[in-house]
């Protein structure tokens, strides 16, 4: 016995060395992250392939690196923006903050808008772990990026006293936090106050704040940020720009295909999921180094190290992994975690014992049996409970309750159920993404295609909206608004399952590329009437009046017959039947968000009016609600089309599809009644039971053609006029369109008029 230790002593010492001698090689190849002859660092930041400082160290112009000597200790640079950090997917860079200062008198003392560019063709994307953050109690911000990611988006912050504010609570008190679409390259920020420029709030707040930056780097510290005069510098310090980098430009399969893949040995290669085309190599399982480089990515020996060495007997190295085993005399797997070494006893009564094991086993089989299952069924129970109130199953309860609704008529789907209908919820399977969630598009097993809607990681606020949404859609039995078919509460997050709508939406017609054939005057006439006809019923003959609060072209779906289904009533708002407005936090869409309930936050059934003003402005014009690269006077619709009424200049902006096939009659009615949908005062606007009686009469009328009064060749002019294309990146070159000359936004004002 004392000879077999000794044994196992030495070949336990002996291996160690052997392991301990060849992973010095190992080591000395896996620190190899630049090309031969390159810098390897530029102060304490490591600069690995491809990345590199000085000709020949990069894979591509975009990866060069400037070290800046001037700094102690030096700084590295990519395009102007100093490098914090770089991983293998992703870099870090120094954060800008926008800022803007008041006295008391409300006077602007300080007014730092900010901008950052990765460049339109570079493979850096801004990553969506960042998050665009707004700190004040009287203030709003616009967030503007580039068109093609729908990237125009804002936060509100408000608040009246000190007591308000909560500490790590970025919910729209003090502090509001908005996500980054995928695929931005650019952004603009600049804050603006809600109009009293913090006279009454300067006592504890005299600035505010936006910024883009890394959501885990950032904690809301309360009213100590509002009064701390270094915020600015100590948020740029200490909050980064996380950015997403890839290589090529080229999938996998295309740089295989075209024998230009970048990847070395021991390697996989990743298609990007950044919004841009590329790839990342990644080292395989149980390999580290570098991916980009000769020889590849190198075995990691996880024998070499004594303190986490696997194995409690002979650990030996293999090619991605290890392999744990005993020495002679000691039987066991040779795992520290395992069932490690042990001694043999020759004398052990193996068949004795074994046999009364079996007996024993058997004796407490059923018992264990029983017992197993009994457990498990009380685990899987207390689950679904708390998954259900965790995700609003009370709330749930509660608010069907008070409707006197049941949801007999609803089904309750299974977890299991929607990730087979989804193909756990593959990308090529998603319709959509809104604020409040993704849309996939599912198949059941009865074969019925359906749109489910997965809710993001949630708050408390927005469990309420999923619940808001099942709510009103189990009170809703309407033909033009989209049908509850059932909902889901035992998953991480909470899904809702409704019929599939599967001719995209009213946005992709109205502003989408190529000539839509069936967007005719007489379509358009009937969608805005359908549509008009749905908010009308929520308004009027549901149980609980229903105000919408988001109706805008790219929540109107259209079906295979081009019947438009209103949808996303995730925003949406129950009203007391003896009650005509609710106060609300403001929630809605720039360009359509009525601007009374924008000023008071008093919400009532005409600021769905409002919407469906600027909706059918929308329709008539092919113009967007808002875009920041028109001019002045054309960037919001609502104002343009007004004052193009009143300047007697309506068919100027009309389309000229909707001019030639309208009558003069149809027209000028229409504009008229976009005209009152669009007054100020709410009481002015008319119901939506009035817009729907004025558009089914507009449809009625006797077609006489426009081009009888006018001309046919002037019509075909008008029809063949193509407007002048613009620049799709304007903002980027004119920063200050949009702004006064204190550099407020103008944007509101328009809004407002």
């Given at each position: 016995m004392k000879l077999s230790r000794n044994l196992y002593l030495f070949l336990f010492l002996f291996s160690l060395v052997i392991t301990v001698s060849v992973s010095q090689t190992t080591i000395t190849k896996a620190t190899n992250v630049t090309k031969p002859g390159c810098k390897r660092q530029c102060g304490n930041v490591t600069i690995p392939y491809p990345f590199g400082i000085g000709p020949g160290c990069f894979t591509s112009d975009w990866f060069e690196i400037t070290c800046n000597t001037t700094f102690n200790p030096h700084k590295p640079f990519i395009g102007g923006l100093e490098i914090l950090d770089i991983s293998d997917s992703t870099f870090r860079i120094r954060n800008k903050v926008a800022s803007k200062c008041y006295d008391q008198?409300?006077?602007?003392?300080?007014?730092?808008?900010?901008?950052?560019?990765?460049?339109?063709?570079?493979?850096?994307?801004?990553?969506?772990?960042?998050?665009?953050?707004?700190?004040?109690?009287?203030?709003?911000?616009?967030?503007?990026?580039?068109?093609?990611v729908n990237s125009t988006s804002g936060c509100i912050a408000l608040c009246s006293r000190p007591?308000?504010?909560?500490?790590?609570?970025?919910?729209?008190?003090?502090?509001?936090?908005?996500?980054?679409?995928?695929?931005?390259?650019?952004?603009?920020?600049?804050?603006?106050?809600?109009?009293?420029?913090?006279?009454?709030?300067?006592?504890?707040?005299?600035?505010?704040?936006?910024?883009?930056?890394?959501?885990?780097?950032?904690?809301?510290?309360?009213?100590?940020?509002?009064?701390?005069?270094?915020?600015?510098n100590r948020?740029?310090?200490?909050?980064?720009?996380?950015?997403?980098?890839?290589?090529?430009?080229?999938?996998?399969?295309?740089?295989?295909?075209?024998?230009?893949?970048?990847?070395?040995?021991?390697?996989?290669?990743?298609?990007?999921?950044?919004?841009?085309?590329?790839?990342?190599?990644?080292?395989?399982?149980?390999?580290?180094?570098?991916?980009?480089?000769?020889?590849?990515?190198?075995?990691?020996?996880?024998?070499?190290?004594?303190?986490?060495?696997?194995?409690?007997?002979?650990?030996?190295?293999?090619?991605?992994?290890?392999?744990?085993?005993?020495?002679?005399?000691?039987?066991?797997?040779?795992?520290?975690?395992?069932?490690?070494?042990?001694?043999?006893?020759?004398?052990?009564?193996?068949?004795?014992?074994?046999?009364?094991?079996?007996?024993?086993?058997?004796?407490?089989?059923?018992?264990?049996?029983?017992?197993?299952?009994?457990?498990?069924?009380?685990?899987?129970?207390?689950?679904?409970?708390?998954?259900?109130?965790?995700?609003?199953?009370?709330l749930l309860k509660q608010r069907i309750m008070s409707t006197d609704r049941s949801m007999d008529s609803t089904k309750v789907f299974t977890a299991e159920e929607l990730e087979k209908a989804?193909?756990?919820?593959?990308?090529?399977?998603?319709?959509?993404?809104?604020?409040?969630?993704?849309?996939?598009?599912?198949?059941?097993?009865?074969?019925?295609?359906?749109?489910?809607?997965?809710?993001?990681?949630?708050?408390?606020?927005?469990?309420?909206?999923?619940?808001?949404?099942?709510?009103?859609?189990?009170?809703?039995?309407?033909?033009?608004?989209?049908?509850?078919?059932?909902?889901?509460?035992?998953?991480?997050?909470?899904?809702?399952?409704?019929?599939?709508?599967?001719?995209?939406?009213?946005?992709?017609?109205?502003?989408?590329?190529?000539?839509?054939?069936?967007?005719?005057?007489?379509?358009?006439?009937?969608?805005?009437?359908?549509?008009?006809?749905?908010?009308?019923?929520?308004?009027?003959?549901?149980?609980?009046?229903?105000?919408?609060?988001?109706i805008k072209s790219a929540n109107i779906l259209l079906d295979d017959n081009y019947t438009a289904k209103i949808a996303d009533f995730g925003a949406s708002r129950l009203v007391p039947i003896d009650q005509t407005q609710v106060t609300t936090l403001v929630q809605g869409t720039l360009g359509y968000l009525d601007p009374e309930y924008f000023h008071t936050s008093q919400l009532n059934e005409k600021s769905d009016v409002y919407s469906f003003g600027v909706l059918l402005a929308e329709l008539l014009t092919g113009r967007k609600p808002l875009c920041m690269d028109r001019t002045d006077e054309e960037r919001s619709l609502a104002t343009y089309f007004i004052t193009s009424l009143k300047e007697n200049r309506l068919f100027q902006i009309l389309e000229p599809r909707v001019v030639k096939e309208g009558t003069l009659e149809q027209l000028q009615e229409i504009a008229q009644l976009v005209k009152r949908c669009l007054e100020l005062t709410s009481d002015e606007r008319p119901t939506m039971k009035e817009v729907v009686i004025q558009l089914e009469g507009l449809r009625k009328f006797t077609q006489h053609p426009w081009a009888s009064q006018h001309g046919d060749e002037e019509n075909e002019n008008l029809l063949n006029t193509e407007p002048e294309p613009s620049d799709l990146y304007a903002v980027s070159m004119d920063l200050s369109s949009g702004f006064s000359k204190d550099g407020s936004l103008i944007y509101p004002a328009n809004v407002l008029r």
């Open positions: 008198h409300g006077n602007i003392t300080e007014n730092n808008p900010v901008f950052t560019n990765l460049g339109w063709t570079s493979p850096f994307t801004f990553s969506q772990r960042n998050r665009f953050t707004l700190i004040g109690c009287d203030d709003f911000a616009l967030f503007v990026g580039p068109e093609q007591g308000e504010v909560v500490n790590g609570s970025c919910s729209g008190v003090g502090c509001c936090q908005t996500s980054i679409p995928k695929g931005m390259k650019y952004y603009y920020t600049s804050v603006s106050s809600m109009g009293a420029n913090h006279t009454s709030i300067w006592s504890f707040d005299p600035c505010t704040y936006s910024f883009m930056g890394e959501k885990e780097r950032f904690t809301f510290n309360g009213v100590s940020d509002f009064l701390d005069p270094n915020f600015r948020t740029r310090a200490s909050v980064p720009i996380l950015v997403d980098w890839v290589i090529g430009n080229l999938s996998c399969s295309e740089a295989t295909s075209a024998g230009v893949l970048g990847c070395q040995a021991n390697t996989q290669c990743i298609d990007s999921n950044t919004g841009v085309q590329g790839y990342r190599c990644s080292c395989n399982q149980g390999y580290q180094g570098q991916p980009y480089l000769d020889p590849g990515c190198q075995d990691i020996n996880e024998c070499e190290d004594p303190n986490s060495n696997p194995c409690e007997g002979i650990c030996t190295n293999t090619p991605g992994g290890y392999t744990c085993s005993c020495p002679d005399g000691y039987v066991g797997d040779g795992l520290k975690n395992g069932r490690a070494c042990v001694a043999e006893n020759s004398h052990f009564p193996v068949i004795k014992f074994s046999l009364g094991m079996g007996s024993g086993f058997l004796a407490v089989l059923l018992g264990i049996t029983w017992l197993y299952f009994g457990v498990k069924k009380r685990k899987l129970i207390k689950l679904r409970e708390k998954l259900f109130q965790q995700n609003g199953g009370l989804t193909n756990n919820y593959a990308e090529d399977r998603i319709l959509g993404r809104g604020g409040y969630g993704v849309v996939y598009k599912g198949i059941l097993n009865d074969q019925r295609v359906v749109a489910i809607k997965k809710s993001r990681v949630m708050d408390e606020t927005q469990i309420e909206q999923f619940i808001n949404e099942v709510v009103i859609l189990t009170q809703v039995n309407h033909r033009n608004v989209v049908k509850l078919l059932g909902c889901c509460l035992e998953s991480e997050v909470p899904l809702l399952v409704y019929e599939y709508v599967s001719n995209g939406t009213l946005l992709d017609h109205i502003h989408g590329k190529g000539v839509m054939t069936w967007l005719s005057w007489e379509n358009r006439l009937r969608v805005a009437t359908e549509s008009a006809g749905a908010l009308s019923y929520l308004h009027s003959a549901t149980s609980t009046p229903v105000i919408h609060r988001d």
